[in-house]
């Protein structure tokens, strides 16, 4: 980078730390909903700019640029079933939140269960976000910032980690406003950088223009176009064919986008129609994402086949998919690079203070509050809220650099292992809301069995030889000749495990008197708008011909 991508990015610091600090001077009454939740004080722009600055961070401008340059469009899939999965947050999940008060996961636990299930799901899901999330934002990002800016790594941590801290210590409102001005330098950024790297195909082709640097990549790269693997593609162990479209792919959207404090956060502060409208917003912000993320990775798997720059893509001698979104920063005019290095600063540290602020508001709310100080006063529960982001961060920064979150390639490293829980904790809140014979005993063992079996699917091919799950897909050869269930198969079997023995029990525990605790539930709230109907018919009209056409 130079002085003139310097000064870009000094001038995107100070109009985002400007900015809020003028919101956090604003707010003139903090008590521990305005902090953590921003209560009745998002705008619908403000949530869905918030959803999306919160979602994209180092794991998709690196890590799914990463996997665009190794596996293709395929990887869009995260992207685009995530955009048809808010509008079903959007109708279902959203209103029974709303109807019952509920604001954090594990109050709606207690709300719903007891308060086993949820002081249980509270440090899992602080432990989640810690040494998972957390830790990869972080590793990713500094990876990346660290590759354009020519700074040392372990700095680029530290900054990273102040700069969210400083974002986060000022409540929800802080991050939700400054958040708008994030997505707008993360799209304009973003997009500048696919424009130039498709651009950069055309001429290395004697043309010019993105669009005939993407007819010229679809062309020379059509291996890098389709959307559903067949059990033969080397990828299929990461995205196994129609079970994107039918099967575990559901669970990890449905359980990140309906049922995760981080996420579900931007919209528990607002009545109702304004909470699905800031949700759909971001529907279609979620559509523009892979042109952003994924398009440059396959931009330089192109350029890089043709030999472009294959020193810059390998390291120890190894191909390594996530260094493409930091080489084509590289490649980037002077100014311009600066605009790209501020894009996917915002990503990392608009995720890194969404991620903070949840940890802060659970273990604020749903552990110091209810077990440790239940006096607490509102202003203790802000004091509290902000030592844990602190805490968190550091914790993260210092464990971050030993988890070899490099190793698997970062976006798939936070899915696999996410994915242990997931499945579990879906099937409870699915039946948590839908069926109200569901009990806390059934709940409490999708929590923890749920995990168990994850693990033991994981751990089954090193004692049981599942070659005769081969013919039909469900197990595949890895490097080492051993045949595995791809990750999203594992957790379409374990949601399925956990949804009938959760019957069962549940079954057993009504006959023998237990009464399940219920919720407030009326189906007239999940009638959305007729403008929200056209606009969720559009989003789903948009991925339905993107499969279409890239089957």
Not at 7 to 26: N, R
Not at 135 to 151: H, K, R, V
Not at 285 to 314: C, D, H, N, Q, S
Not at 499 to 527: A, C, H, Q, W
Request: net charge neutral.
């Amino acid at each position: 980078m130079q002085t003139p991508d310097y000064i870009v990015f000094f001038i995107y610091f100070i109009i985002v730390s400007t900015y809020g600090w003028y919101v956090y001077k604003k707010k003139k009454h903090e008590d521990s909903k305005d902090y953590f939740l921003a209560k009745d004080s998002l705008t619908w722009w403000a949530i869905g700019a918030s959803l999306i600055a919160s979602n994209i961070s180092a794991e998709q401008f690196i890590g799914m640029s990463g996997s665009g340059f190794t596996m293709g469009l395929a990887i869009a899939a995260y992207e685009w079933l995530a955009a048809v999965t808010l509008i079903i947050v959007a109708v279902f999940f959203i209103p029974i939140y709303l109807k019952n008060k509920i604001y954090t996961m594990p109050q709606f636990l207690k709300t719903r269960y007891n308060d086993t299930v949820a002081m249980i799901m509270a440090v899992f899901w602080l432990l989640l976000y810690v040494v998972v999330n957390l830790t990869s934002i972080l590793f990713l990002g500094a990876l990346a910032i660290s590759s354009i800016s020519g700074l040392d790594f372990g700095l680029c941590m530290i900054a990273l980690a102040v700069f969210a801290v400083i974002i986060t210590l000022g409540g929800m409102n802080v991050i939700g406003y400054t958040d708008v001005i994030q997505v707008v330098f993360l799209i304009l950024g973003g997009l500048v950088t696919t424009y130039l790297a498709l651009d950069l195909v055309a001429e290395h082709y004697g043309s010019s223009g993105a669009l005939n640097g993407f007819n010229l990549m679809t062309e020379n790269s059509a291996d890098h176009f389709k959307m559903i693997f067949k059990k033969d593609d080397p990828y299929y162990m990461d995205l196994p064919g129609l079970a994107v479209l039918v099967g575990g792919m559901w669970i990890v959207n449905l359980n990140y986008w309906g049922c995760n404090q981080y996420i579900t956060q931007r919209a528990l502060g607002a009545d109702l129609q304004t909470a699905r409208s800031g949700i759909l917003f971001a529907a279609f912000l979620k559509l523009l994402m892979p042109v952003i993320v994924v398009l440059p990775g396959i931009a330089a798997f192109v350029l890089y086949k043709e030999g472009v720059f294959t020193t810059e893509m390998t390291l120890n001698g190894e191909v390594v998919g996530d260094r493409a979104y930091p080489v084509l920063l590289n490649l980037l005019p002077v100014g311009l690079k600066g605009l790209s290095f501020a894009a996917l600063t915002a990503a990392v540290v608009a995720s890194l203070a969404g991620k903070a602020n949840s940890i802060a508001t659970i273990f604020t709310l749903d552990i110091y509050k209810k077990k440790i100080n239940p006096s607490a006063s509102e202003n203790k529960q802000v004091q509290v809220g902000r030592l844990v982001i602190v805490i968190s961060m550091i914790m993260a920064v210092a464990i971050a650099p030993y988890l070899g979150i490099d190793k698997k390639g970062g976006f798939q490293y936070i899915q696999e292992y996410t994915g242990f829980v997931s499945p579990g904790i879906f099937a409870m809140f699915l039946l948590g809301f839908f069926w109200k014979k569901t009990t806390s005993n059934a709940a409490l063992f999708a929590t923890v069995g749920g995990f168990i079996l994850s693990v033991l699917f994981k751990i089954s091919p090193n004692y049981i030889d599942l070659e005769f799950l081969y013919a039909s897909g469900y197990a595949i050869p890895n490097a080492d000749g051993v045949y595995e269930i791809p990750f999203i198969d594992r957790m379409g079997f374990v949601f399925l495990i956990c949804v009938v023995l959760m019957y069962f029990i549940s079954m057993y525990e009504n006959r023998n008197g237990v009464t399940p605790n219920g919720l407030e539930v009326d189906k007239s709230m999940f009638r959305p708008t007729a403008a929200f109907t056209v606009g969720a018919l559009l989003v789903i009209g948009f991925v339905a011909a993107m499969y279409g056409i890239y089957w």
